[in-house]
């Protein structure tokens, strides 16, 4: 399994960015996706998931109505769309391939500056 991630950056606040992932290694299209995010000196926490066909989303209460989370089953890709970036939205993100163990992101460094 290799996830590959791109796309973060420095972004001022109330930008946007868009985050990818590209998934090989597995069947892309059977599993859902999640991602997370590490804010310095704070604990991993989970951000949002995305079921396998890409039917269904959920996110945490914190991104909600900013962050979008879609896939491309096609490209093997899961995205993660930031709207109205935040300075507590910066935060090294990973994302992860549900249901098996210490299957993470390269991470991807996310910036925002007030």
């Known amino acids: 399994v290799q996830l590959v991630q791109s796309g973060g950056g420095l972004v001022q606040s109330g930008g946007s960015l868009r985050l990818s992932c590209l998934a090989s290694?597995?069947?892309?299209?059977?599993?859902?996706m999640s991602w997370y995010r590490q804010a310095p000196g704070k604990e991993r926490e989970w951000v949002g998931i995305?079921?396998?066909?890409?039917?269904?989303?959920d996110l945490d209460d914190s991104v909600k109505g900013r962050f979008t989370i879609s896939r491309d089953n096609a490209k093997n890709t899961v995205y993660l769309q930031m709207n109205s970036l935040k300075p507590e939205d910066t935060a090294v993100y990973y994302c992860?391939?549900?249901?098996?163990?210490?299957?993470w992101g390269s991470g991807t460094l996310v910036t925002v500056s007030s």
């Open positions: 992860k391939l549900v249901g098996e163990p210490n299957t």
């Open positions: 290694g597995f069947i892309f299209s059977r599993y859902a």
């Open positions: 995305i079921t396998g066909p890409g039917t269904g989303t």
